[in-house]
């Protein structure tokens, strides 16, 4: 069965820091590839998306993915972090074909100081 | 556009008393989705239908759970009887078609005691 993994459960980062959340996922076909975020009381939003072509994709308030598929991964990188950025992120992955709902992560929540 | 809608928000009830939940998708989205987010854990699919149709329900305890589309637009889901493990967010979304972009409601919150 198709699973996704976050390594990351938890991240502390100051304002101005790097960011990278890792994502791996186990699938035997083609995939699309999603993150998604959700803000303190609001709901779930994309943030960015891969279906296919370039392998880097850019995504809303500055951040980007790259889907390298000989490691099966898909992380998320900010290059600076602000405090809005504070959140749960997760991962989720669909197959091409056949069945298309998404099948998430556990998520990881980034809680950014000032 | 309106996004997806839900009610309600939050449900408290006890165990083995029955619950509903309402999902109205954006307009014209043929593919509606219930999820079961679990405190600590990613959002784990139910059911999926395509229009009035389900084309995954593999994963929804059937014995408990139930879940209709009537004409391709709204949808409840139905949960009788609750038991304590049912306590969890539960999310709608809806997509134009298969293999799309799912946008996400609210979701209603569920206690069951």
């Known amino acids: 069965a198709q699973s996704v993994s976050q390594h990351n459960h938890h991240v502390i980062l100051s304002e101005a820091a790097s960011l990278e959340l890792g994502c791996n996922y186990s699938y035997g076909g083609t995939v699309n590839l999603f993150w998604y975020v959700q803000y303190p009381g609001q709901h779930l939003q994309l943030l960015l998306k891969?279906?296919?072509?370039?392998?880097l994709v850019k995504g809303i308030k500055g951040f980007e993915a790259e889907f390298i598929k000989s490691k099966f991964s898909f992380n998320l990188r900010k290059p600076s972090v602000q405090w809005s950025d504070t959140a749960e992120y997760f991962c989720?992955?669909?197959?091409?074909?056949?069945?298309?709902?998404?099948?998430f992560g556990s998520g990881t929540r980034l809680q950014v100081q000032p | 556009e309106a996004g997806v809608a839900q009610s309600p928000r939050y449900k408290i009830i006890e165990k083995r008393q029955s619950v509903a939940f309402w999902c109205n998708p954006i307009?014209?989205?043929?593919?509606l989705y219930w999820y079961q987010q679990i405190l600590g854990q990613g959002p784990k699919l139910l059911i999926q239908?395509?229009?009035?149709?389900?084309?995954?329900d593999s994963q929804l305890p059937k014995d408990r759970f139930s879940a209709e589309r009537l004409k391709g637009v709204d949808s409840t889901l139905k949960i009788q009887p609750a038991k304590l493990e049912d306590s969890a967010v539960y999310l709608c979304?809806?997509?134009?078609?298969?293999?799309?972009?799912?946008?996400f409601g609210p979701g209603t919150r569920l206690t069951v005691t």
């Open positions: 239908f395509q229009n009035n149709g389900v084309v995954d």
């Open positions: 989720a992955v669909t197959l091409t074909t056949g069945r298309r709902a998404l099948t």
């Open positions: 307009s014209g989205h043929a593919t």
């Open positions: 891969y279906f296919s072509g370039d392998p």
């Open positions: 979304a809806s997509s134009p078609g298969t293999g799309n972009e799912q946008y």
